[in-house]
């Protein structure tokens, strides 16, 4: 009976979606329980490369069952286009991939109602991924959404209502023309969403969370996948400029309808470094020649979006605060090896906030907030190969060491390139999970 978590702790983009991939095998059942179509979680392997959006990393390794969760919100049009390109690359998912009946729709309307709402933030706007998730979200909380179990009865007329309803704050929102090109775009868009949502109905809907307790109650491991990062939580992230959902550990538990006593290990993803894509305050954010040196050899684009994302050093105060906030027992380095040829590297270990310094994490980081760095030799050697810790340079070993020190939590995994094989698993000898 277990069920470890697997989640980002800073503002997405860690890399969740191949550490799921390397711990599928260990697990019986890998559930995505939040997020939506603004993830993307990339895979690579047989030098082959994977983004997966709605559907969990687990669905590339033997016949786990996968799991899409009830606080997961569904595009189907996007769903279809990503479960078909799997299909068609040799990668059957019928068979591995059920979908909770109270994961909630996002509808073509909520994707109009993001734009909408991002022009009407000006220059506030959060830089979503334009996916409706926040108006998708709103529906759910404000007890009007539409959810896939919907799909089992008279869905038109549900669909419709909330068209209209949408519509009419559309209107309020918008210029005349605007609107006309809305309801436009929304004549295109339409009959692809609903050729997704034939496809959609084609696969098997589940009451997600007697699936899971029952696997449970049979002995089965349960690995939960999360998406975006900690630092994008609605409640405890860099609000307003997060998602809409629980990214921390408790959305495992709301998500899936798992209880908290059946949390095992909690996985928490970092990049040796850290980045963000979108708006919003990032207090270690480098805008020089260093930050675009991070971004150029971590190609940091986004996997959805395209987007470039911002870069900056690793911030410890913030992930001192990710790590309370959900109980991380486990820590996974990813993209180590972009560091390999930085002759200084650099972690912020303090903020300093109207001239005085502090480790806590504060209720807000505006503009005032300034980091307060620890520095460290870099290694200067390449990582990429290495297939054992007796391989790391001293260098590297202080770096792990002093963040090891500085989080309290050992990092069981470091990652050295995006391959599946390109990762290292430290203390074995304690064993990772007991179902190894
Ligand atoms: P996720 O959203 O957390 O799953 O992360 P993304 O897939 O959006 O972004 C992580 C990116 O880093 C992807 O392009 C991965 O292929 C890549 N990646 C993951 N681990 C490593 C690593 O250790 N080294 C390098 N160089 N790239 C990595
Ligand atoms: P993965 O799972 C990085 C960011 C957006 C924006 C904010 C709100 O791949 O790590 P939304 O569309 O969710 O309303 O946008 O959150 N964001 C992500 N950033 N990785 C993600 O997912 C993200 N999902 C959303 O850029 O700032
Ligand atoms: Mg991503």
């Not at 990339?42 to 983004?51: A, R, W």
């Not at 189907?76 to 390109?85: M, R, S, V, Y």
């Not at 009407?120 to 959404?145: M, Q």
């Amino acid at each position: 009976m277990k069920v470890d978590v697997l989640l980002g702790l800073q503002w997405g983009d860690e890399g969740k979606g191949k550490v799921v991939d390397v711990l599928t095998p260990r697990y019986d059942v890998i559930a995505r329980f939040q997020g939506g179509p603004n993830a993307g979680h990339t895979l690579e392997f047989e030098g082959q490369k994977y983004v997966l959006r709605s559907i969990p990393s687990g669905i590339f390794q033997g016949d786990k069952l996968n799991v899409i969760g009830g606080g997961v919100v569904l595009d189907p049009a996007l769903f279809k286009a990503e479960a078909e390109a799997l299909e068609a690359s040799g990668h059957p998912l019928r068979e591995r991939l059920h979908i909770s009946r109270k994961a909630h729709l996002i509808l073509p309307t909520h994707r109009l109602l993001d734009a909408a709402n991002e022009a009407a933030k000006g220059k506030s706007k959060v830089g979503t991924t334009g996916k409706g998730i926040g108006p998708a979200y709103t529906d759910k909380v404000s007890r009007n959404g539409l959810r896939v179990g919907d799909l089992e009865g008279d869905f038109d007329t549900l669909y419709r209502q909330a068209c209209e309803r949408h519509l009419a704050m559309l209107r309020g929102l918008m210029t005349e023309t605007d609107f006309a090109q809305a309801q436009e775009k929304l004549a295109q868009t339409e009959k692809e969403w609903f050729d997704g949502v034939d496809y959609l109905r084609t696969f098997t809907f589940v009451d997600g969370e007697h699936e899971i307790n029952r696997l449970l109650k049979e002995g089965k491991s349960v690995l939960c996948e999360g998406a975006q990062g900690t630092m994008l939580d609605i409640d405890y992230g860099s609000y307003p400029f997060v998602t809409s959902s629980n990214t921390v550990c408790a959305g495992a538990c709301t998500g899936l309808g798992v209880a908290p006593s059946r949390i095992g290990r909690v996985y928490g993803i970092i990049k040796a470094y850290c980045t963000r894509v979108g708006g919003g305050p990032f207090p270690t954010e480098l805008m020089d020649e260093t930050g675009d040196k991070l971004c150029a050899i971590g190609h940091e684009f986004g996997a959805v979006t395209g987007r470039r994302r911002r870069c900056g050093w690793i911030d410890l105060v913030a992930l001192r605060y990710a790590i309370m906030v959900n109980g991380v027992t486990d820590l996974i380095m990813m993209k180590s090896d972009v560091l390999d040829t930085f002759e200084t590297i650099k972690a912020c270990v303090a903020y300093e906030i109207d001239g005085k310094e502090t480790e806590l994490f504060p209720y807000s980081i505006n503009e005032g907030v300034k980091p307060v760095y620890a520095e460290l030799p870099g290694w200067q050697t390449s990582l990429s190969k290495m297939t054992s810790e007796d391989e790391f340079p001293e260098e590297f070993n202080n770096y792990l060491s002093f963040l090891e020190e500085e989080l309290e939590v050992p990092i069981r995994i470091v990652s050295v390139g995006p391959d599946r094989e390109q990762t290292i698993e430290r203390y074995v000898e304690d064993g990772l999970t007991e179902n190894v």
